[in-house]
């Protein structure tokens, strides 16, 4: 069975610092995906990246960079000068290969409440 | 392009109560799922449609159902309330493949009571 863990329930940091979020997931599929998405107060997740297995590449987007790391089961998220703007609930999940006529379902970590202050 | 869209977007019901959740697809997209999100925990399956007819299902009893309409927009019903079913409600529409991006809407908060 697929899992992710996410095990920094709460991270506090002040405007302007780097923070990174961790995610570990466990699957014993050789192809799969991975994913993050950002929930704000208002509820709606909202979809930030997606990467498959065989894309071990770091990513970046912004202030938002992705590292990916396979021997370590790892998918790490690190916002660069954080802002207030970025306080949210962040969520990891993981999605195995589909296979035909088969259901693509996400698993979800339990989440990373950042609170970013001034 | 208009996203995920859902109503109501709050509900309060008493138990053993019966509840009609809707979900209208983001244009393009013709797949839905559902997920169920309790206070403080991640989005849990329950399922996803396609085709109007259900692909797959998380671990939920029966009395967790829906329905796909041609248009491609959803409904989740769910019969015999139970407190326990007290959450947020988040329908997700994607085009139907392998790992597609699921797109999520604002989501539906039941109390039950």
């Known amino acids: 069975a697929q899992k992710v863990t996410q095990a920094q329930t709460e991270i506090s940091v002040v405007e302007k610092e780097d923070v990174t979020l961790d995610c570990v997931y466990e699957?014993?599929?050789?192809?799969?995906?991975l994913f993050w998405y950002k929930q704000p107060p208002s509820g709606e997740l909202v979809f930030l990246i997606r990467?498959?297995?065989?894309?071990?590449q770091n990513e970046i987007s912004g202030r938002y960079s992705w590292n990916f790391q396979k021997s370590t089961s790892s998918f790490n998220f690190t916002i660069t000068a954080s802002q207030v703007v970025d306080s949210a609930v962040y969520f990891c999940?993981?999605?195995?290969?589909?296979?035909?006529?088969?259901?693509?379902?996400?698993?979800f970590g339990t989440g990373t409440r950042l609170q970013v202050t001034l | 392009e208009t996203g995920v869209t859902q109503s109501p977007t709050h509900l309060i019901k008493t138990r053993g109560q019966q509840v009609t959740l809707r979900c209208s697809s983001q244009?393009?997209?013709?797949?839905v799922s559902w997920y169920q999100q309790a206070l403080g925990q991640g989005p849990q399956f329950i399922f996803q449609?396609?085709?109007?007819?259900?692909?797959g299902r998380g671990n939920f009893p029966p009395r967790f159902s829906g329905l796909q309409f041609p248009n491609y927009s959803s409904e989740l019903n769910v019969n015999a309330l139970e407190l326990d079913d007290s959450a947020l409600y988040l329908c997700?529409?994607?085009?139907?493949?392998?790992?597609?991006?699921?797109?999520f809407g604002p989501g539906t908060r039941l109390l039950v009571l």
């Open positions: 999940a993981l999605s195995e290969a589909a296979y035909t006529g088969t259901a693509s379902k996400l698993t």
């Open positions: 699957t014993r599929d050789t192809t799969y995906y």
């Open positions: 990467r498959n297995s065989f894309d071990e």
């Open positions: 997700a529409s994607s085009v139907y493949g392998d790992q597609e991006t699921q797109y």
């Open positions: 244009s393009g997209h013709n797949t």
């Open positions: 449609y396609y085709r109007e007819e259900e692909n």
